[in-house]
């Protein structure tokens, strides 16, 4: 019997099984892939380096820190190159930089002078936060129609290719929605916590990183070490059909083989954390099965660079107000210089989401047809020479966190303790979506497993 069985080899579950592993215990990890990884991983071709999800993490992740110190891979990260910071948003027919400063707000022609007032009026819009606010209700409230719909949609699209009349406020964006809750303006909340967070860093000695980040050798460096530590205790090709109570334990069943362990963290996405625990929870898991997940399809493609000439930065958003369908597309090798060869630009770019679901299941051509169309048109150039290196179709990407997301989770949590204590759930559909959360729910499925395992 094993102590712990991790089902799931993620970024979330790896973390798990490392620091369980590192602790002394023993860690058996089920991938139903050939590749561990789940979403993080970079694919090698032709001299492109092409990620499969995520393409960087921000700075101000605390629990990617920590698991970059605890795996010891600081000498592997790489700054993306200053000109990150700039960012487009289509508008007028072209790409429009967002305005980073006050003087680039009041030039810039993103919006018009009136909805450049009304948000300005922020600070003074009287504090409304509801437990049931969708994403779309608190940005209008907050910054009015207009900055909603071209910067903070396209923005809900970049990060959940989401629906922001569907996703809730308090659990897609708890740390906006709690700068309106506690401070009254999401301004002076965002400020309050910048603040505080600069001193809490000065007291324990870190020293506080801007901008984007990635490894040498693209994003999934940090999955493929998670997966040399474990070594032996990952097995691949194993898809998990059941999780049963046993005497002492559980019993983890994948097509005729089965393994036991003491303790179960469940690393896979909700609805297959429900379908596994609903042979002993019958009835009991729909709070996991209805999570929506948005379906995305990631289209990887370069041009020529003396062809054509690209803006410089971090990649664009697509307001969801115009006939196009991309969401948005990401320049990765203006970000981190070794991912394409010499004379090349890397792009990839995101078909589908909640408002678009129909664009995952198009045909390659037609795809091709649509990502080459719409981008001579948002480029102004013929995209001649263009070569099409990956399409990649996720049915189910990205959780969607809905207003009641919260007590979903808790619920459920609430019914795994009483009916099935030493199963614990880990994954980026518990309190967010991004690397970071998945990597928290790690940090945190380890400490709940370790105080199980030890009384
Ligand atoms: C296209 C895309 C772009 C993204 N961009 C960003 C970004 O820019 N920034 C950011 O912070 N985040 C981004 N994310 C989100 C980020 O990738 C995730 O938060 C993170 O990878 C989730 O890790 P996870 O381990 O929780 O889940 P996953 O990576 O989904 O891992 C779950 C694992 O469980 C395995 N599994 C499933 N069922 C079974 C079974 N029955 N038996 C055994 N194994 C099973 C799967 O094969 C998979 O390996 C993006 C995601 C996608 C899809």
């Known amino acids: 019997m094993h102590d712990v069985i991790i089902v799931g080899g993620g970024i979330s579950g790896m973390t798990a099984a490392f620091l369980l592993q590192k602790s002394g215990r023993d860690v058996l990890v089920l991938e139903e892939k050939s590749e561990p990884g789940g979403h993080i991983r970079t694919l090698s071709e032709k001299g492109v ?6 393409h960087s993490f921000m700075g101000s992740s605390e629990f990617t820190w920590k698991l970059v110190e605890d795996l ?59 437990e049931d606010d969708t994403a779309w209700d608190f940005f209008c409230r907050r910054f009015g129609r207009e900055a909603a719909n071209f910067i903070m949609s396209p923005f809900v699209s970049g990060v959940y290719a989401g629906d922001v009349k569907m996703l ?19 301004i002076w909340g965002a400020v309050k916590y910048m603040r505080n967070k600069k001193r809490r860093l000065k007291r324990e000695g870190i020293e506080p990183k801007k901008g984007l980040f990635s490894f040498n050798g693209g994003l999934g460096n ?55 625990l609903e042979g002993s929870l019958n009835g009991m898991t729909d709070d996991l099965k209805k999570i929506p997940m948005s379906p995305v399809a990631l289209i990887h493609w370069r041009a020529r660079e003396d062809n054509h000439t690209f803006p410089d930065g971090f990649g664009f958003l697509m307001p969801r107000l115009f ?108 309190t967010g979506v991004g690397i970071e959360h998945a990597i928290e729910s790690g940090y945190a499925a380890y400490d709940r497993i370790h105080e199980f395992l030890a009384n």
């Open 323 to 430: 006939e196009y369908r991309v969401l948005g597309t990401l320049f990765p090798s203006r970000l981190f210089p070794n991912r394409v060869s010499d004379g090349w630009q890397l792009f990839a770019s995101f078909y589908g989401g909640m408002t678009d679901p129909g664009a995952v299941d198009l045909s390659d051509d037609a795809l091709i047809e649509l990502l080459l169309d719409e981008h001579r048109r948002i480029f102004h150039t013929t995209l001649d020479g263009v070569e099409i290196l990956r399409i990649l179709r996720y049915p189910a990407a990205i959780p969607q966190l809905l207003p009641d997301h919260p007590e979903r989770i808790m619920q459920f949590r609430e019914i795994l303790k009483k009916k099935m204590p030493g199963i614990d759930l880990a994954g980026n559909y518990l």
């Open 222 to 276: 940090i999955t493929q070490i998670l997966a040399e530590r474990l070594r032996s205790g990952i097995l691949l090709e194993k898809s998990v059909t059941g999780v049963h109570k046993v005497e002492n334990g559980y019993k983890v069943e994948s097509g005729g083989e089965s393994w036991k362990a003491r303790a179960v963290v469940l690393a896979t996405p909700p609805s297959t954390t429900a379908s596994l």
């Open 72 to 130: 010891e891979m600081g000498e592997s990260v790489m700054p993306a190159s200053p000109s990150s910071k700039n960012r487009y948003i289509f508008r007028n027919e072209s790409l429009t930089p967002l305005p980073m400063g006050l003087s680039s707000f009041i030039r810039t022609p993103l919006l018009s002078w009136p909805a450049k007032l009304r948000l300005m009026m922020e600070p003074f819009i009287p504090n409304g936060a509801q």
């Open 168 to 186: 809730g406020a308090r659990a897609a964006f708890p740390k906006f929605w709690n700068f309106e809750k506690d401070s009254g303006s999401m």
């Open 49 to 54: 380096r092409m990620e499969t999800g995520p």
